[in-house]
């Protein structure tokens, strides 16, 4: 079953996405479920958490992302109807662009639904910084940094959101 995710699912949800190597999902749920302009969906096998994905709309941009299923499961159809709905979900908001970042486990569902490649990309894995290192281009964001970085954005996914 595909259903809207619940708060009280994130924790099960986010040991199930241990599973595809993920260990920082809850937060990212956490962050996604009050957005309105956001939709994070559950994949069950019975009562079982077996997978989910979060589709964000931005004006006529739509992302999906943190899309998984649980390695046991895969094969079996769950990832193309998930990535169905939420696509589903992006079109009734008017999104008539939708991107994603896949991994090599992801792509030949995507590539079936109609996504192409557009480019790559590498994750790199550190040590977290404990303060920011010194360079005379870079300092924290401030409070007077937000509309240069909402014009940024715009400019960046081309949206035209509020």
Not at 59 to 78: K, N
């Amino acid at each position: 079953m595909i259903r809207p995710l619940a708060p009280s699912d994130i924790p099960a949800v986010s040991v199930a996405a241990t599973s595809v190597g993920w260990s920082e999902l809850e937060e990212r749920l956490q962050y996604y479920l009050p957005m309105p302009q956001a939709q994070t969906l559950i994949v069950t096998y019975g009562e079982d958490p077996i997978g989910s994905g979060t589709a964000i709309a931005k004006g006529p941009v739509g992302w999906l992302g943190a899309v998984f299923i649980h390695p046991d499961y895969q094969g079996r159809g769950y990832g193309t109807l998930l990535t169905q709905a939420l696509v589903a979900w992006l079109e009734e908001r008017g999104c008539v662009s939708q991107a994603l970042a896949a991994t090599s486990e992801g792509e030949r569902v995507y590539r079936k639904l109609g996504f192409s490649a557009e480019s790559t990309y590498t994750v790199f894995g550190g040590r977290t910084l404990t303060q920011v290192p010194y360079h005379q281009y870079l300092r924290p964001l401030t409070d007077s940094d937000l509309n240069s970085v909402v014009e940024l954005d715009r400019w960046a996914t081309c949206s035209t959101y509020a």
